[in-house]
């Protein structure tokens, strides 16, 4: 009895070494991004952000040097599952970075939620993740998809339109986008006519072009993202419809594609967390960090990557490497105020941004702000218990 438990208090002892090596050595960073596909270019901005601020951090995070094992998630639900699972159980990631569609977020929070992993999200606005599926270790650098849609809803109030058409993907960010949409715009007073929708990722857009000629609504709310977003702003004005009926989106539409979208995104008016002409120190700093890296304007996607990189930074350091902690590890981002280029924020209970969100219009290849269409907007984060 006595010499099992003193070969147990021994490998007890060889363990704890072992335990503690984990957590001085490299730290694993599982990169679930899309590379190919319609958001593919999502996927690419995301992680040059994240690895523009490890290495400004000469390339440690908590004193621990990065390593990346990267997953082509393609933007399919059905994968996703099996591809968190080889990060988690074969790659023994220490943290989750991923992803930008919301229903491969969502297959990754469940898997991060049951197996503890922390995770943190740089796109994806699955309003679940920071909602009902809410957990202390998942957190998000981007946003919910209520937020910029709810911040549009009352620009288009304010805007004097009583009747809308919605058009986007149909899959949960663009039920959700849509969702906040309508909520601010009928508690305005409007009116939301018709959604109309394409399965994700179609871009068959004409008979819904046609469908929306003959709506004749005073205005068309919209979520498109990546190489979608080119395509219907395109087909948008070539369809004549952009001369009559005014085109709003969450900002997704114009982030990234200008260079692609050309003229016929000209004065569009969009929401988001992020605008082009921001003209702080710290966005200067930032756009001109990357450019220099990357021979690339940044765009929302990017700050997201950046900013999740960031989380980790804070969580890490103040938990001196050792990602065991994961109570203080949360303690530590809770408490601090991310200093973002898109303007400082906190991350709220739930741990989604606290944000302000802007108002931008299309002005040649930029996204310029024109005001603050709504402050400090905080997700409602329904379902939630934390
Ligand atoms: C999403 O699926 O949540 C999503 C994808 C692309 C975006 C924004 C949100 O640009």
Same mark, same amino acid.
């Given at each position: 009895m006595n010499l099992v438990r003193t070969s147990l208090i021994a490998a007890c002892a060889i363990a704890a070494p072992l335990a503690m090596a984990q957590n001085t050595g490299k730290l694993k960073v599982g990169l679930? *991004?899309? =590379? #190919?596909? #319609?958001y593919a270019a999502l996927g690419t901005a995301i992680e040059n952000g994240f690895r523009l601020y490890v290495t400004e951090q000469g390339g440690k995070i908590g004193g621990r040097e990065i390593e990346y094992v990267k997953v082509d &998630?393609?933007?399919d639900p059905s994968k996703a599952t099996d591809n968190v699972n080889k990060l988690v159980k074969? +790659?023994?990631? +220490?943290v989750l970075v991923g992803s930008v569609h919301s229903g491969v977020a969502m297959a990754m929070a469940k898997v991060a939620k049951d197996t503890n992993t922390l995770m943190i999200v740089p /796109? $994806?606005?699955? &309003?679940? @993740? #920071?909602?009902?599926?809410?957990?202390? /270790?998942i957190f998000r650098s981007s946003f919910t998809n209520w937020q910029p849609a709810y911040a549009m809803g009352e620009v288009a109030v304010k805007k004097g339109a009583k009747r809308a058409v919605t058009i986007t993907h149909k899959y949960a960010a663009g039920d959700e986008s849509v969702r906040g949409f309508r909520e601010a715009f009928e508690k305005g007073?409007?009116? @939301?006519m018709k959604d109309l929708s394409v399965p994700f990722?179609?871009?068959?857009?004409q008979a819904l072009l046609t469908e929306i000629a003959a709506l004749k609504p005073d205005v068309v709310y919209t979520f498109f993202a990546g190489g979608a977003a080119v395509k219907f702003v395109k087909d948008y004005a070539a369809a004549g419809l952009k001369k009559s009926i005014p085109l709003y989106g969450a900002g997704f539409l114009t982030d990234g594609t200008l260079d692609a979208q050309g003229a016929d995104a000209a004065d569009l008016l969009t929401t988001l967390? =992020? $605008? &082009?002409? *921001? /003209?702080t120190a710290r966005d200067n700093a930032f756009r001109l960090a990357y450019a220099k890296t990357y021979k690339l304007q940044p765009d929302v996607y990017a700050v997201q990557g950046y900013d999740a990189a960031q989380i980790l930074g804070i969580g890490t350091n103040a938990v001196k490497g050792d990602l065991n902690k994961k109570a203080e590890f949360a303690a530590a981002v809770e408490k601090t105020k991310i200093d973002s280029p898109r303007g400082p924020f906190m991350l709220s209970k739930s741990h989604n941004p606290v944000q302000d969100i802007y108002l931008r219009q299309v002005v040649g290849k930029e996204n310029k702000m *024109?005001? @603050?269409?709504?402050?400090a907007l905080a997700d409602p984060a329904r379902g939630c218990k934390m």
């Open positions: 679930m *991004l899309p =590379y #190919t596909g #319609t &998630d393609e933007s074969r +790659d023994h990631v +220490d /796109n $994806a606005g699955a &309003d679940a @993740v #920071t909602g009902s599926m809410c957990a202390p /270790n007073g409007g009116q @939301v990722p179609s871009v068959e857009f967390h =992020y $605008a &082009d002409s *921001l /003209n *024109l005001s @603050v269409a709504s402050k």
